[in-house]
């Protein structure tokens, strides 16, 4: 039988990694995700699966040992909030140029700078649009429930895997602070060094009988070589995108209107949706689960379908210029937000949505 | 004639380490950091640790260094390199894992990581070659810059009161608990190679017995970017480099 428990989202995260057969994390405290630290130190999982846990002198140092950790084969991850994940983007940019697979979780908290801890969705053009120098991508996932959070570790960790590309979890401070029923990952044991160098053949771990040495690095002085390697990341992003878009829709069979939003907001919205619907008024949800790649062609056929689309983030208006990009021009597309940490109502959703269609 | 022809093997006295690929190297003659990539390959090979050593290159002069020893290496962002080491280490405790890393990478950039690493005693053996300059970006001022040494950065010389004093990192590592050995050392004559070579062989065996962190400094030279010939260099090395940094263990906590 299925054992049912009550947790945050953030501790989801630990418990999720430890059952998933995570080598290692690194980390900082930050709030509003130190529970994933916190949770993972108490658990001592180095006593019973193996699994490294280190508390790093800063975010910097904790992503640097998740690159020495993915580049040596092993699952490893890191979790932070938006001002550190903002620190770890040296990191991730040398991640994904290095093609080795790592999790990331961003539990985003309102900025810029310092901000507040409440939650937010800021960090959303961060995650999808590469975050830090260089042309890459992450794979970003959206998750609205604990369940989701503990769910997505696995997920995220295989697809690093799958294209030895680093995966975000970007979450909102509100999934990973709330309280849930979540049901958690079967444990499964950790992969042994053998299994690891057959898996990862790239991987730097000593020669061990190996007839070459294995050399991870991101440098390539030679322009025609270089570009190459930037090409070959650019192929691999378009199979990312024809193969793992991930979204759910709510209503959208006879919707007249549409809103977008992702993690905790569509939950909100979905509150919204049906009191709308109620008074009868159509409205549908599209919920991307991966924010990149994102669902374009989804959200292109919805809009050949509804009079207008609505977005509702945690933020002065990010995810809208992708819908927008979805959309081209074919129905109005209008952003409703908050930000500094305030989430909003169904009714001020409700009230956004009839103001900008049905002129109330 | 072939140069096996020439040399006939009762009458050789050096051959090219194993461990040292064909490929040549971008340094500089006269530079001191293949005379270090050299013992290092000697070291590990003569610790048969070859099949079990990673390396982490820093950026820096020695950015490619994975081009020159034969083992597994990862490319680090510049000052990361304990880090990663730590990461590696931790993940693989029966490998033999170093860092080799320069003094702006080493002791400015990447700071926290070096002092962190070291005082958390993992068991990596950290390289250090410290030519009180930025070789690689062109000669700028490095944490360990002389006072009055003229860099691309400090044209008219070091001055304490605009750039702040040479930063003595090693004597800082020494004080942490977590480090089993720390000695500066230096290549610029026949008998100071041998004694690094002995310096770096205990580092490495430290490693091996995992005996926490082990620092080996090599006070070093940069003929292009001290803008000297290598024979002024090493005299300008030993005449000023030594005095600020002197040679010497600074520890070595026995057994």
Known sequence: MEEVKLMKGNEAIAHAAIRYGMDAYFGYPITPQSEVLETLEAEMPWETTGMVVLQAESEVAAINMVYGGAASGKAVMTSSSSPGVSLKQEGISYIAASEIPALIVNVMRGGPGLGTIQPSQADYFQATKGGGHGDYHLIILSPATVQEMADFVGLGMDLAFKWRNPVMILADGVVGQMMEKVVLPPFRPRRTDEEIRQQCPWAANGRHGRDHRNVVTSLEMDPERMEVNNNRLQDTYRKITEAEVRYEEKFTDDAEYLIVAFGSVARICLKAIEEMREQGIKVGLLRPITLWPFPTKEIERLSKQVKGILTVELNAGQMIEDVKLAVEGRVPVYHYGRMGGIVPAPAEIEESLKSHFLNV | ?255
């Not at chain 2, 034969?70 to 000052?79: I, K, M, Q, S």
């Not at chain 2, 942490?176 to 050995?181: A, I, Q, S, V």
């Not at chain 2, 720390?182 to 290549?187: F, I, L």
């Open chain 2, 1 to 255: 004639m072939t140069v096996e022809e020439i040399i006939k093997p009762e009458n050789k006295v050096y051959a090219r380490p194993e461990l040292l690929t064909k490929n040549i190297t971008h340094y500089c003659p006269g530079c001191g950091h293949g005379v270090v990539h050299r013992l290092v390959a000697e070291v590990i090979k003569e610790l048969g640790i070859e099949e079990k050593t990673v390396g982490v290159a820093p950026v820096g002069c020695a950015v490619f260094a994975y081009n020159y020893i034969d083992v597994d290496w990862v490319e680090a962002a510049h000052g990361r390199a304990p880090a990663i080491a730590t990461a590696i280490s931790r993940l693989y405790p029966e490998d033999v894992v170093f860092t080799y890393q320069g003094d702006g990478d080493l002791a400015a950039i990447g700071t926290a990581e070096t002092i962190h690493a070291a005082n958390r005693g993992e068991n990596i053996v950290i390289v250090f070659i410290n030519n009180a300059i930025y070789g690689m970006t062109g000669g700028q001022m490095a944490p360990t810059t002389l006072l009055g040494q003229k860099t691309a950065t400090t044209p008219y010389g070091r001055r304490a009161d605009l750039n702040g004093f040479p930063i003595k990192i090693s004597d800082i590592l020494a004080q942490l608990d977590g480090t089993c050995y720390v000695t500066r050392q230096a290549v610029y004559t026949p008998g100071l190679v041998r004694k690094t070579k002995a310096a770096l062989k205990k580092a490495f065996q430290n490693a091996m017995a995992k005996r926490g962190t082990s620092i080996v400094e090599v006070v070093s030279n940069c003929p292009s970017g001290w803008k000297m010939t290598p024979e002024k260099a090493n005299e300008w090395l030993k005449e000023h480099m030594t005095e600020k940094y002197p040679l010497g263990d600074l520890k070595d906590v026995k057994e």
